[in-house]
């Protein structure tokens, strides 16, 4: 079968598909498909395959299945190829699934917003939602139903809406508004109509500040007040406003008590604060099985509670159900066992007074509509109890209050009922209702009169309630069981039949009949019965109550025994009043004698007349009934508008008896009561209408007496307690009233009234006259209507009176007179009503002229009357008059006056612009009727022509005040007047609108406000934000006017845009581009924020708004021409503004105009610099705000490259351009990305940092570059980032002048304005703190040098001069402490491979610098927090291209050693360990990586000979530390190290680590005694990596040569470094058996022993070459080659602190078996284990040259102790020569800094023994190197010390502990010993000394070094001490360590310029060669 056009045109997707294939297409649940064709495998079957398009992606066509389809109901417009499909589906139900459809994302943002109440609220309102769109879609609710679900749904959506901030859906009747098809006007008063219910509570919304209200399921108690207030869940009215009527359906659905005979139950409705019952009782009668008596009300059994009035319902009401049983009144014993047993079972609502009891009560609470409740009753077995039951169980029920009452409850009895609330008249609710009243049941009236009596409702009702009674019990021994007997008697004393009514549901008797109460002399009935007479029988009839005695025994006869009487009128016919009523009882037996009523008439019935002498006189005159001392109570209720209970009312309606009292009567009528007088209202009209031009009445005479009762009813039902009575009154106006000549007599009632207002000026009654006037004139004109169809008399007279009455107002209202302000006010307001009705009886065009002729007269400004003016004409606008094209002819003219005169004045703004609104909102409907279109032109013209101007300054003035309270009240209304004045405007209007301004200025201004008044209400976001759909329509209005008047700009200014600009005036074009700016930047047209939904929907109706404006700028700028760089760089940033939106199509319009812009500025200056600068400083502002993306740098670029293709005149400049602004836009997009989040702070900084060295190759962006170092400063102070913050402040600190200049500068950064020496001030101070909290306080000293300077040299300030000389002291201490205050911090090289990653890390390495505590672990997780989805690559090798180029992240981390550079300044300089520590870790960019691996196979026996090292040689860009954390590797190089290589690099390692250990346990041997132990222990005896024996198997043979013959030449290197290994062990154990406690000796002899093993096996190696090197200098034998290779290729650096061997040293060993040290070992053992306080020696080994020419490590200070109990605490002093000196002497020549071995520096007072300034740079940002003019040394000199901290331990050995050097000799006494170098801190006794000499004898070396000659000691320092006072001399040759000469002071400036963080740091152009380094 062939595919054919398909009659299905719409479908909707039933489940999930697939798409199979490349045809086809996927198919969702819920998607609609338009379908073109179908295809059928088999003819008149179902087709199987549909063709066609999803309506949510039209573009794509393929096929999918048709079982997944269902139809759907459609309609098709312009039907064909082209034909377009629409859903067919009701509106409502549309909307709930866009809403849900939005609602979702915003639901889940909830939850992670963890807002879990109003999620789940949010939550349920979606449930109700899908479940009442259900309910519409099922096509089964009737239209009432209908309507209720969609007012359910409206009230949840905006509910929802308001909630989730999402805009508000306008709405009339539940129909969503169509905007464009409604006038702004209007639009505007819906939105504000909704925004004020919001605001004040209003209903209809959902209850609750962001809460659902959500019915409890189990409530099962009925409260009438409870049901009313919840409509949307039980059906009830909501909040309740005040209508009309109300009625209550009550249901009765279920009787489940078993009370054992048949039941009458009475239903009524109970005020339970005021304990009375409101309404008629409802009767029903179930029999004893429980079922109702009367079969047809089997589930039907109902009653209507009606005429409840708004009051009623805010009652605390209740329905109380009272149970009666009919039978025996003592029933058997089996039956009162099987009574008293249910007895106990019975609960809640239901009170038995006792087993015989025959009475039962009910209180029922909160019974939900269309819901099952069970209500249990309360059973109650004392009848003395049972008065204040009722009372107390609805206390209970109200309260919350438990009652206790005795008997048992349960919930086996119940009753089962529903109730509903239905509001307005009764044919209203059967109209609506005709289901519900499909079948008659009854209606319980009202105790009382309803709210509103209408006329046609005739009531007679007189409720009579048998209270109580008090009785005697006469003879009988116990109480009586009384019974009341109640018949009713007409005026003759016959029995009226059937007008006594037990409750509704039950027929009329002629009698009525209480409840007994068992042997009760006070019972209590309450009970109510309704007594309906006849109109007839009411007058004379009465009551009577008989009272019986009823006998237990069966059939026994009711006994008479006495009776009472109260008559229903009094013979005045005044009906008996409402109240309690205490009757009189009069006893009697005998029943006949009461046949006779008027045997009893003449008796007294009340008990209060029994003491009036006039009624006790009139008792004697009838037959003798005994007067007993009983009492019987009643109460009396009338209901009847025809009887009343006041005698002046009943003289009112009879005033025709007595008319000559007529004044009297009229008078009293004004004293009743108002509730009185609107029962009986239409009676009282009657009388009043009757007395004006009655004869009886003397009219003349009593005509204004009885026009002011008339005003006095007439404002009686203005009244709020009376104004449902209005529609009494209408009714009765239009069918009651009948006096046809009434009306003459009304004109001239009030033409005098007015008159006399006018004359007097002074009238008490004339404001109420016109309150009510609107009432005077509808009785008037319907008197004249019914005159008009009794008699052929035309309305000239009519007419004519009017006009006098008109005039005589006209007159009365041009009257300025103070006292008569608030009259004619009222005057005015009530005349539009009086209007309305006399345009049945004149022309319309005549009405107009009369109202406009009085608002003309006016005076304006007083009393109000200028809003009672505004208002008289805004109601003349909205009635029909204004649709009528004369009589608007006649009213626009007088409302254009009053607007304009209104808003130039300012004067009562928000008036008149509500009557503007109405005028365009009437006009816009009028234009929308077809034949009204030409009409409406005119009118429209008129209005624009005179209005618009002036509105438009309003609106600017209102707008320019914003705290202004009208501001708020005035600028909305007027925006909407503006928006519908445009809308109505076409070409025509805009044609005459601008030639009405003529050419030049004027037009010009009138553009100018127009264009700036649109932008400031664009941008002052007039309407709320949740005016979505205002907005919208504003926008569509604005567009299109500036379409119009951006025409004009083009026809009138542009040849003059020069002029415009001379004049120096705000050019009318950059108004227009302002504007446009302003509209397609503004927020609510920003399609991307939308969701997809909302999106379609603007599309669809209003396009892309941004688009269509921005072609219009490329069009204006166009046809600019030469005037283009008028407008540069002033529109750079809002042009760039506009780029910036998402938008391609927009982006495409504006771009080209950046071109222009370059192409115009070149062309006018030559270059186009203004343009780039301005670009960049808008761009820098307009990304950083997240504003542009990729696309627009994309765009941009290839649309430069375009345009500059063809224009090769531009090439150059415009290259250099592009690339500026794609290089900055490209670093600002990937700061941006990572502008957010703690997790993204290094992202920030590598950014930021990027940033920075942009505006740093420009100098001209100083402002910019400032702006990014603040940016990058804040960003390390908040990451702890000290010393990185510090070094990027001194970027700035390069900014600033040179020197201490007075210059001010302006505040930048977080400094105020200051001069420049304060700048650098708090600049330095703030740099010295953060590298002082970094522990970088070797950066510290030249800032601190530098203010030293500023406070000694500028400033004079020695206060801070101290504090900064501290400061300085503080920093050099903490360097020598550096190993105890910070560790060195770690290096790791991290590479990032991936395309995910962002461009600025996308595969490449970075060299990271850590913390000092940070670990490589720590960095992990930091990284992985970092990018949460890149993973660890676990080998360090180069990753393959594969994942390079993947989408995958992958991050390569290890850990890399820092490659120190060669520092001059410690070439043969002893500078202290601490010092040069720093600078192997720091001022680094060079790094090592080392992975090892194996030559050919592994030998497992011994690793060494194959292991081989990939040493991976890193370079970075910058120097480490610097302004980054970590920085870029700009090249890498790979050597490979053989296996002798890597053994030589291992060994040097471990000499390195021994010699620093010797060293520090030597200066601190508490602290690395342990440490050197351990080492000494691994090297000796390795049991781990082998040692030398290992490298003594790999490479000390014969076969090694052979198979490697090219890495032979190393053999040498790796025998030095194993003679020196040896050396340093001596030493080492040297040291541990002199530190060693006694209890650590056998440890040391077993190390000795170890040694000598290890020293033997060295020397039995089989190398001749290596044991020759044993017994000679191996220095001798190392060659050049040899030690650069080494230098080459190991990891510690040259100039780090290693000692080298040299031939004196090595010749001193002598390699016996049997002696291992070179003195007598005894002695040492005699040493005792002294680890108490230390005294320290400077101690020298010998110089032994390192390979790498550094100065040699036995030069580091030694230590040894002394016993603790020879220490003293004295003053510091110095010993020199054997004497004792203060510290203030001048001991040294050659300035050795004065030290102690605790406590640090001793001050001297000369200056001389301050060792002179380190020669470093202050520039940190170099990362302080040396300056290039200071030259590398000379030779025969020493090279230029570094700055050095004074070192902490004063070292002084015995020279027997070290050999003595030639170098430091001095005579001493005739004696040859070495000066020493530094004071002991401590004064040294003889104690002491003599430990010293032991000591020294001890520690003497074997061998000496040769003696240098003598005149090169004598070149050194000495000096003659006196020894007279010294203690004993120590022993001869005491060797002292010589510091080196000071260096020469630095002839540059002390401070140096900073470098640039992207320059490279500067090397030193000349080295210094080994041997100059090593020269002394």
């Keep these: 079968m062939a595919w054919r056009p398909s009659r299905i045109k719409c479908g909707v997707g039933v489940c999930n598909c697939k798409a199979q294939g490349s045809e086809g297409l996927e198919v969702r649940v819920g998607e609609i498909f338009h379908i073109l064709e179908d295809y059928h495998a088999v003819d008149n079957q179902p087709p199987v395959w549909f063709r066609g398009t999803s309506l949510r992606s039209k573009g794509k066509m393929g096929v999918f299945p048709a079982s997944c389809i269902a139809a759907k109901k459609f309609t098709v417009e312009n039907e064909g190829k082209y034909e377009t499909v629409t859903p067919s589906q009701n509106a409502t139900v549309k909307e709930v699934v866009y809403v849900l459809h939005e609602w979702c994302p915003l639901w889940k943002k909830l939850y992670l917003a963890r807002d879990l109440k109003l999620f789940q609220d949010i939550g349920k309102t979606m449930l109700e939602l899908i479940r009442l769109r259900r309910q519409l879609l099922s096509d089964t609710l009737t239209h009432d139903q209908v309507k209720d679900v969609k007012q359910k749904i409206i009230s949840l959506i905006d509910w929802g809406n308001r909630n989730l901030g999402l805009e508000f859906v306008p709405r009339i009747n539940q129909e969503q508004v169509e905007a464009d098809a409604t006038s702004a006007v209007k639009l505007y008063r819906i939105h504000a109509q909704h925004t004020s219910n919001i605001a004040q509570g209003a209903p209809g919304e959902r209850v609750g500040s962001g809460d659902v209200k959500h019915a409890p399921i189990d409530d099962a108690l009925f409260h009438v007040n409870d049901f009313l207030c919840n409509p949307g869940e039980c059906g009830g009215i909501g909040d309740i406003k005040p209508a009309h009527t109300y009625h209550i359906l009550f249901h009765l659905k279920g009787f489940l008590c078993n009370v054992g005979d048949t039941t009458d139950i009475f239903f009524s409705l109970y005020d339970a604060q005021q304990n009375t019952h409101i309404s008629e009782r409802f009767k029903t009668t179930y029999t004893k099985n429980g079922i109702p008596e009367d079969m047809e009300r089997l589930h039907e059994d109902r009653v209507l509670f009606t005429s409840l009035g708004y009051s009623d319902l805010q009652k605390d009401l209740y329905i109380i159900a009272c149970m009666y049983r009919r039978g025996k009144m003592k029933v058997s014993e089996s039956s009162k066992r099987l009574l008293s047993k249910n007895s106990t079972c019975l609960q809640t609502t239901i009170w038995v007074c006792s087993s015989q009891s025959s009475r039962v009560f009910a209180v029922f609470r909160k019974i939900r509509r269309n819901r099952i409740l069970y209500e249990s009753p309360y059973c109650n077995e004392s009848e003395s109890q049972f008065p204040i039951l009722l009372e107390a169980q609805i206390k209970k029920q109200s309260h919350g209050a438990r009652y206790i009452a005795s ?54 009702d007189l409720y009579i309630t048998l209270y109580c009674g008090e009785f005697e019990k006469g003879d009988k021994s116990a109480a009586r069981n009384i019974e009341v007997t109640m018949t009713v008697y007409d005026s003759n004393g016959d029995q009226i039949q059937d007008c006594i009514i037990a409750g509704s549901g039950d027929s009329p008797n002629k009698e009525y009949q209480t409840a007994v109460f068992y042997h009760n002399n006070k019972p209590e009935w309450n009970e109510t019965v309704n007594v309906c007479l006849n109109m007839d029988q009411f007058p004379g009839s009465h009551i009577r109550l008989d009272f019986k005695h009823c006998s237990t025994r069966f059939r026994a006869e009711k006994k008479l025994f006495a009776f009472s009487y109260v008559s229903i009128t009094s013979e005045a016919g005044v009906t008996l009043k409402d109240g309690m009523h205490n009757l009189c009882v009069y006893k009697c037996v005998d029943p006949k004698k009461l046949q006779n009523t008027s045997n009893y008439r003449q008796l007294i019935s009340f008990v209060d007349d029994l003491n009036v002498p006039e009624a006790m006189a009139s008792v004697s005159s009838g037959p003798k009934f005994d007067l007993s001392r009983e009492r019987f109570t009643i109460c009396s209720k009338l209901c009847s508008t025809k009887f009343t209970q006041k005698a002046d009312l009943m003289a009112v309606l009879q005033w025709k008896r007595n008319p000559k009292y007529l004044p009297a009567i009229l008078e009293k009528l004004q004293n009743l009561e108002g509730g009185e007088m609107v029962q009986f209202l239409q009676d009282i009209l009657d009388a009043v209408f009757d007395m004006f031009g009655s004869h009886m009445s003397n009219a003349a005479h009593n005509s204004p007496q009885v026009f002011n009762a008339l005003v006095y009813i007439l404002n009686l039902l203005k009244k709020p307690e009376f104004e449902n009575f209005i529609p009494v009154l209408d009714t009765y106006i239009a069918k009651t009233f009948s006096a046809s000549a009434l009306y003459k007599d009304l004109i001239q009632c009030i033409k005098d009234k007015v008159h006399q207002g006018s004359e007097s000026r002074r009238v008490p009654n004339l404001l109420t006259t016109f309150e009510v006037l609107d009432y005077l004139f509808k009785i008037l004109v319907r008197s004249r209507e019914l005159s008009r169809s009794m008699s052929v008399e035309g309305d000239e007279n009519f007419k004519e009176e009017i006009s006098k009455l008109f005039k005589e107002m006209h007159n009365f209202i041009a009257l300025d007179f103070d006292g008569l302000q608030m009259a004619q006010r009222s005057l005015l307001l009530h005349l539009f009503k009086c209007s309305e009705v006399l345009e049945h009886l004149l022309p319309k065009e005549d009405v107009c002229n009369l109202l406009c002729d009085l608002v003309r007269v006016s005076k304006d400004g007083r009393g109000g009357c200028q809003q009672a003016k505004i208002q008289l004409l805004r109601d003349c606008v909205n009635s029909d008059l204004f649709r009528i094209k004369d009589c608007r002819n006649v009213l626009l003219p007088v409302c254009k006056s009053q607007i304009k005169k209104c808003l130039i004045q300012k004067g009562d703004v928000k008036h008149c612009t509500d009557l503007l609104g109405d005028i365009l909102h009437c006009l816009s409907t009028l234009k929308d009727v077809r034949y009204e279109k030409v009409a409406v032109y005119s009118d429209v013209s008129t209005l624009v022509l005179a209005l618009f101007d002036v509105v438009l300054q309003t609106a600017q003035h209102y707008q320019a005040q914003h705290d202004d309270p009208e501001h708020t009240k005035v600028v909305p209304p007027l925006v909407a007047c503006i928006i519908e004045m445009l809308k109505l405007m076409d070409d025509s209007h805009y044609s005459e609108l601008l030639q009405s301004y003529p050419r030049g200025k004027p037009m010009k201004q009138f553009l100018t406000r127009v264009l700036t008044t649109f932008q400031e209400l664009i941008k002052a976001n007039i309407f709320p934000k949740d005016w979505f759909v205002m907005k919208m329509v504003t926008n569509n209005v604005i567009l299109t006017a500036v379409q119009y008047f951006a025409q004009a700009l083009t026809d009138y200014f542009h040849e003059d845009l020069e002029f415009d600009y001379q004049n120096h005036s705000r050019s009318i074009w950059s108004s227009y581009f302002h504007l446009a700016v302003a509209f397609i930047t503004q927020p609510s047209l920003q399609l991307g924020d939308f969701s997809q939904g909302k999106r379609e929907i603007v599309l669809e109706r209003y396009g892309d708004m941004r688009v269509l404006l921005g072609f219009q700028i490329q069009t204006l700028w166009q046809s600019l021409g030469n005037h283009k760089h008028y407008f540069i760089p002033d529109l750079v940033g809002p042009f760039l503004e506009i780029t910036l939106v998402p938008s391609v199509e927009l982006r495409k319009a504006m771009l080209p105009i950046f071109f222009d812009m370059m192409e115009s500025q070149i062309k006018h200056k030559g270059h186009c610099k203004e343009l780039e600068n301005e670009m960049i400083l808008q761009l820098d502002q307009l990304v950083t705000s997240y504003k542009g993306d990729v696309e627009v740098k994309t765009m941009f670029e290839n649309i430069m490259q375009e345009k500059l293709r063809g224009n090769m005149g531009l090439k150059e400049n415009g290259t250099a351009f592009m690339k500026s602004i794609t290089n900055l836009l490209e670093q600002l997009l990937e700061y941006r990305q990572v502008l957010d989040g703690e997790e993204n702070r290094d992202k920030r900084m590598h950014c930021t940092f990027n940033i920075l060295n942009f505006y740093k190759a420009d100098g001209n962006r100083t ?84 203010l030293a300077q500023l406070y000694e040299k500028k400033c004079y300030d020695y206060l801070k001069l101290s504090e900064i000389l501290q400061k300085q002291a503080k920093c050099f201490t903490n360097i020598l402490e550096g190993p105890a205050l910070r560790q060195a911090p770690a290096y790791y090289r991290i590479a990032y491979y991936g395309q995910s990653f962002p461009p600025f890390v996308q595969n490449k390495e970075f060299v990271y610098r850590g913390d000092e505590c940070q670990r490589l672990g720590a960095l992990i997780s930091q990284l992985q927090t970092e990018f949460p989805s890149a993973t660890i690559m676990s080998s360090n090798s180069a990753p393959p291209e594969n994942i390079k180029n993947g989408e995958a992240q992958n991050i390569q981390i290890s850990s890399v050693k820092p490659v120190p550079k060669d520092r001059p300044e410690f070439v043969n300089n002893a500078a202290p360990s601490e010092i040069r520590q720093f600078y192997q870790v720091n001022e680094i960019d060079t790094f090592q990586l080392d992975i090892p691996f194996h030559r050919g196979e592994k030998d497992k026996t011994n690793e060494f000979k194959t292991l081989c090292i990939e040493r991976t040689i890193l370079q970075t860009s910058y120097t480490l530390p610097g302004i980054l954390r970590s920085f870029e590797v700009v090249s890498s190089r790979r050597v490979s190290l053989t296996p002798i290589e890597c053994a030589i690099e291992r060994m040097n390692e471990v000499n390195m680590e021994l010699r620093s250990l010797v060293d520090k346990c030597r200066m601190q041997p508490n602290e690395y005694f342990n440490q050197l132990e351990m080492r000494l222990n691994g090297v000796i005896s390795p049991s781990v990596n082998g040692g030398i024996p290992l490298f003594q198997e790999a490479f000390f043979t014969s076969e090694f040569p052979q198979q490697h013959p090219e890495e032979s030449k190393h053999l040498s290197t790796l025998k030095a470094t194993v003679v020196e290994q040896i050396q340093l062990l001596e030493t080492g154990l040297k040291l541990h058996g002199m530190i060693a406690p006694a209890s650590l000796q056998p440890l040391h002899k077993s190390l000795e022993d170890s040694f000598r093993s290890l020293k033997r096996s060295v020397r039995e190696s089989g190398s001749p070459s290596f044991v020759h090197s044993l017994h000679s200098s191996p220095g001798s034998s190392r060659g050049p080659a040899d030690t650069n290779s080494v230098k080459s290729l190991t990891s510690t ?266 320059l490279p740091p500067r090397r030193n152009s000349q080295k210094e060669s080994p041997a100059e380094a090593t020269k002394l």
């Design 1693 to 1958: 650096p040259p100039s780090s602190n290693r000692s080298s061997t040299t031939s004196s040293d090595i010749n001193l060993m002598k390699f016996e078996e049997d002696d291992i040290y070179t003195e007598a070992q005894a002695d040492y053992e005699a040493i005792p284990s002294l680890p108490q306080k230390r005294l320290s020696f400077s101690c020298s080994t010998g110089d032994v040259p390192s390979p790498s020419g550094s100065p040699s490590q036995a030069q580091r200070p030694h230590s040894v102790f002394i016993d603790s109990k020879h220490s003293t605490d004295k003053p510091k002093e110095m010993v020199r020569n054997g004497k004792t000196h203060g510290s203030d002497s001048n001991l040294l020549a050659n300035r050795v800094p004065v030290q102690t071995s605790q406590k640090g520096l001793k001050n001297s007072k000369s200056s001389e023994n301050i060792r002179p300034p380190m020669s470093i740079s202050s520039n940190p940002s170099s990362h302080l190197r040396r300056n290039q003019s200071q030259q590398g040394p000379k030779a025969g000199h020493d090279s230029a010390a570094p700055p050095l901290p004074v070192r902490r331990p004063i070292t002084v050995l015995p020279k027997s502990i070290a050999p003595s050097s030639p170098s430091a000799s001095a005579s001493v006494n005739g004696k040859d010993v070495t000066p020493p170098s530094l004071p002991v801190s401590r004064k040294a006794s003889a104690g002491q000394l003599g430990v010293l000499t032991e000591v020294s004898r001890l520690s003497a070396v074997e061998e000496k070094a040769p003696e240098k000659p003598k005149k090169e000691v004598e070149s050194k320092s000495s000096a003659s001490v006196d020894t007279k006072s010294a203690p004993p001399l120590p022993p001869k040759n005491l060797s002292v360590r010589t510091p080196p000469p000071p260096a020469p002071k630095p002839s540059h400036s002390s401070r140096q310029s900073h470098r640039a963080p992207n």
């Design 1263 to 1346: 402002e910019m570059y400032v702006r990014y170092i603040d940016k990058l400063h804040t960003l390390h102070v908040d990451a702890q980032n000290y010393v990185e913050a510090g070094f990027t402040l001194l970027l700035y600190a390069d900014l600033l002048p040179e020197g201490w200049a007075d210059d001010a500068l302006q505040a930048e950064l977080s400094y105020p304005p200051q001069r420049v020496w304060e700048r650098k001030e708090a600049l330095f101070k703030d740099i010295i703190d953060h590298f002082d909290k970094g522990k970088s306080w070797e950066y510290c000293i030249p800032l601190c040098k530098e």
């Design 407 to 460: 008997g048992n409850p349960t919930q086996s009895q119940a009753l089962v009922g529903s109730l509903r609330c239905l509001d307005g008249d009764l044919q209203q609710v059967h109209l609506q209702n005709p289901l519900l009243f499909s079948k008659p049941f009854p209606r319980a009236s009202k105790m009382g009169f309803p709210d509103v009596i209408n006329p046609a409702d005739v009531r007679n």
